[in-house]
């Protein structure tokens, strides 16, 4: 028999009892499709999650003070409360660290704002001009602090895009106009571009000042409350977190590692973090959509099972003209691929369309990979062999005189 | 064409061992048509098992055109009865919803003919089995029943085996089909100088044949020619 003819003889078969052939593929579809949507939802998720990971800047290690401790106390006031690093630890970062692209300390703590008869709390960012590249911030008007404005303590600031619209209302022009913090004016020079809220945290309501003008004004102290450290590329990030934390142990003189008063968080430890929960997301939800598809070749065994049954006088008569077992086992087993593999075209297909619909409707990122495809067509093909293999090899093994008696 | 010598079948083993064949010796020469004739339980069902190389016999030897097949495995069975043999059987068995054409080319596809060629064959068996044209692109289960079977016929034809086994043939017919089908096999052998062999349990059936071999308890009880066909037989015989 050519291939020809068992695609002819698998047509014929199949479309003989199409209800049965369509609620069988259906198994199939139902499996494949959840499968494809499932894993489409875990991997938009891992997406958005790194997304917004990458948007706080790129190849970017933060410093944190430790916590404040008294001596011998053991109430710890918080991670990142101590006043423990200062502006010369970050231009000793800056000098002395290899990769080191740039360095960008900032002062931050919450505020009470006013302009103008309305105001806000938001979070006052004192820092330096390279502060935007660092954390990946764009000004959409007006500029951002420069190198003068930290020389000369100068009294501006620049709106994040939240805060503005609390203050001056929704897309207002607010450059040029004066805000008051903390009893201290400030001029507006610029307002920064939209980022959208990132789950860690808007970027969006915050107000940045030149570092100087925060540290004299506002907080009264010259310690900053993180580094920002960009490395020039990703591989180096190991090395460079290893070498900050050695040049700062050494300026605080601190022996023991275990008693460092800061911390060096590397991005690419939380981009790690994140893919591994939404991976196991991932498979969570794969792994459940797949005992569906388990299901669907269960009924494919059904289906094939009773199909041999009621062809047995058939197979009795294919095997008295000639027919050997491997061309019997052949058909059988290219009726159950073919269901599966046609339930797996339909089963991406509809798969495609829920994911387009959950992103679509319910607002939730999707993606559909190709290598999701591949394999959930590949998965069921094999469902089809691996489970019309039983059938298959029953037809081929019947006898055809027994065959032929068959009632 | 055929010769069987001391062919024994013997279902089961040891205490239970039940002896259906007793030793069955004949030769059926090309172009015979005869008729192995015996109530149920004769045996005459095993002895077409074994003529038509759906099981092996469990002692003496079956030669079929030339070959020895007493002692072949299945998928060499297989390649016999495709190559030699043509089956007609009792219930037809066609392959429901599908044409006239395609159940008589289904041979065709397990002996490897091109499918262009396929049509062509299928029409000359349809055409010498008697089923008229009108016919041929029905679906079989819409055809009456001894039209089924001259598709059946027209398909033990199709690849023009050694010889044409029918089991029974008339057993699903009424006598005036029946006498219809079994004129078909007169015609086939005695214009296209086919061997049939017949098997029946009924003697006006039988007795269209040549050749009649009485079958009783598993033996051969008379093997004779059938006189009235003989003096039918045209002159150049």
């Known amino acids: 028999m050519t291939l020809a003819d068992i695609a002819a003889e698998t047509y014929a078969s199949l479309t003989v009892n199409k209800v049965r052939s369509g609620l069988t593929m259906l198994g199939i579809v139902i499996g494949i499709a959840s499968v494809i949507a499932m894993v489409s939802i875990g991997q938009g998720a891992r997406g958005s999650i790194e997304a917004s990971i990458q948007s706080i800047g790129s190849n970017l290690l933060l410093v944190f003070p430790g916590a404040q401790r008294g001596p011998g106390m053991q109430v710890s006031a918080g991670r990142g409360s101590a006043q423990s690093l200062k502006q010369e630890d970050a231009d000793a970062i800056a000098k002395e660290v290899q990769f080191v692209k740039a360095v960008a300390p900032e002062i931050s703590r919450r505020y009470q704002v006013a302009a103008r008869g309305t105001n806000t709390n938001t979070q006052v960012v004192g820092t330096v001009p390279v502060y935007p590249e660092v954390r990946n911030i764009q000004v959409e008007e007006g500029s951002f602090i420069t190198e003068a404005h930290v020389q000369g303590f100068s009294k501006v600031a620049v709106l994040g895009p939240t805060a503005r619209d609390d203050l001056f209302g929704e897309g207002a022009d607010a450059v040029g106009q004066t805000i008051r913090i903390n009893r201290v004016d400030f001029k507006i020079i610029g307002v920064t571009k939209q980022k959208g809220g990132s789950g860690f945290g808007s970027q969006d309501d915050m107000l940045f000042v030149p570092l100087t003008t925060a540290q004299r004004f506002l907080a009264g102290d010259t310690y900053v409350t993180t580094i920002s450290v960009q490395a020039s590329e990703q591989s180096a990030m190991s090395a460079v977190q290893e070498e900050i934390t050695n040049i700062l142990l050494d300026r605080h003189r601190i022996a023991d590692p275990a008693l460092a008063d800061f911390s060096v968080l590397n991005q690419a430890d939380i981009v790690e973090t994140a893919s591994s929960i939404t991976n196991t997301f991932t498979m969570l939800l794969g792994s459940i959509a797949g005992i569906s598809l388990l299901v669907g070749g269960i009924g494919i065994m059904n289906m094939m099972l009773t199909t041999v049954t009621e062809r047995t006088r058939e197979i009795g008569l294919r095997k008295a003209i000639g027919a050997k077992r491997r061309d019997i086992s052949a058909q059988f087993l290219a009726e159950s691929a073919a269901l599966t593999l046609l339930g797996g075209v339909v089963g991406v297909a509809v798969g495609w369309f829920i994911a387009w619909g959950v992103s679509r409707f319910a607002g939730i990122a999707t993606s559909v990979s190709w290598s999701a495809v591949l394999l959930a067509c590949g998965v069921s093909t094999l469902i089809g062999l691996v489970f019309g293999y039983y059938p298959a090899r029953r037809a081929a093994a019947l006898n055809p005189i027994e065959a032929l008696r068959y009632e | ?237």
């Open chain 2, 1 to 237: 064409m055929i010769v069987c010598t001391n062919i024994t079948k013997t279902y089961g083993t040891g205490e239970t061992a039940t002896p259906v064949l007793k030793g069955i010796s004949f030769t059926i020469k090309e172009g015979e048509f005869v008729a192995i004739m015996g109530p149920s339980g004769s045996g005459k069902s095993t002895l077409m098992h074994i003529l038509g190389c759906l099981d092996t016999p469990t002692s003496g030897t079956y030669v079929l055109a030339g070959h020895d097949v007493s002692e072949l495995s299945d998928d060499e069975l297989a390649e016999v009865r495709k190559n030699k043999i043509g089956f007609v059987f009792q219930s037809f068995n066609l392959l429901p919803r599908a044409s006239v054409l395609r159940n008589v080319a289904l041979p065709l596809s397990y002996a490897g003919v091109p499918r262009e060629k396929r049509e062509a064959q299928a029409v000359r068996a349809l055409a010498a089995a008697g089923l008229l044209e009108d016919r041929w692109h029905h679906l079989s289960n819409q055809l009456s029943g001894g039209q089924m079977q001259r598709v059946a016929i027209a398909r033990a034809l199709v690849n023009s085996p050694a010889i044409i086994l029918a089991d029974e043939p008339t057993g699903n017919l009424d006598t005036k089909t029946g006498e219809i089908v079994l004129g078909t096999f007169q015609e086939l052998n005695r214009a296209h100088r086919h061997t049939i062999v017949l098997i029946t349990h009924e003697r006006y059936v039988a007795e269209h044949a040549d050749r009649i071999i009485h079958i009783q308890d598993g033996a051969i009880l008379k093997d004779a020619k059938n006189p009235r066909t003989i003096a039918a037989r045209p002159s150049h015989e």
